[in-house]
């Protein structure tokens, strides 16, 4: 895609009419620019039209552009490579977001996640509003913003999770089942997973090494960035995004039982506890695979890595917009 300049391109400006906020708000006359992901989950549902009518009610100018998913990433780069930002709010899931730290980690540019996706996992981590009208109010004005740690797979970037071996197999299946049946997602992966498991009984588990000299044996490897905590209300969700290391969970096999104690234990956030879960928390990892390449899901997207596979995590290495809640 070719954009000689993104900012001649930008077709809607919304003028702040309304001045109802509260006092502490500060205007900003710089505007801020909006990118919306138009397939991603409520944005498709709300639609162009409800989304201008929605962002009325920012109370400083902004630009908006409603782009294909397939043009997002250059788009981006070309804003990073004018240099003309501080501030960029995108509107997506966790996809849509993964693919915009790619060219923000790094820079000083203030990321403003807009939870316009389905699940907004990323959004929830950072206890931000998951509904698009309780969040518009961190648009009004110069919030403070803070550092968060980010993951990177080989040379890709991640926000929330990397998955091996047998949940690529269900996300893969996922789709051929929702193409040739037409069942909603949730169906789809339950109705994946349940195949899977079954056929996984007599299949031979991966077998990991770590660069300490470790040896995992397991059908299933997460990767997070930063720990994940598990409990009865939120299911799973990380309090923190600044820690600094990578949480890896590697079950020893898929049966009955290793799943029912995972289960137990997860919920009562005592994870690490389970006697058939290998549970950690690690700077960085090497893993080595018996074949050229393998299936993975990165921050929920299928994606193929090369081996080995290396991890490492970047210190605060991305911008994002502070809660509410942090005074100016």
Known sequence: MTISSPRQRLSVIIAATRNCLPAKIIMTAEPLLILVNRKAGTAKKMGHTRLLETLERVNRSVQLHWLDPADLSAYIQQ???????????????????????Q????????????????????????????????FLPLLNSNRRSRQIDVGCVNSQYFLNNVSLGMYPRVV??????????????????????????????????????????????????????NRYKFDITSLVHRERLDEGHLMIIAPTDVRLPTLLEAILYAWTDRVEYASRLDVRAVKDIIINVDSDSTHAVIDGELTRLDTPIKLHLKKAALRVVDSLDTDN
């Open 172 to 225: 893969r299946y996922r789709g051929v089942v929702r193409f040739s049946q037409r069942f909603p997602k949730l169906i789809a992966t339950a109705y994946a997973l349940t195949k899977v498991l079954l056929r996984h009984q007599s299949r031979r588990s991966f077998t990991w090494r770590t660069d300490k000299g470790d040896d995992i044996s397991s059908p299933v490897f997460l990767i997070a960035n």
């Open 103 to 134: 060219h923000l980690v790094g820079t000083n540019i203030v990321l403003f996640p807009l939870p316009l996706g389905t699940m907004n996992h990323f959004v929830k981590d950072l206890d931000l509003p998951v509904r698009l009208e309780e």
């Open 79 to 101: 804003l990073v490579d004018d240099g003309n930002i501080n501030e960029l709010a995108v509107g997506g899931g966790d996809g849509t977001i993964n693919h915009t730290i």
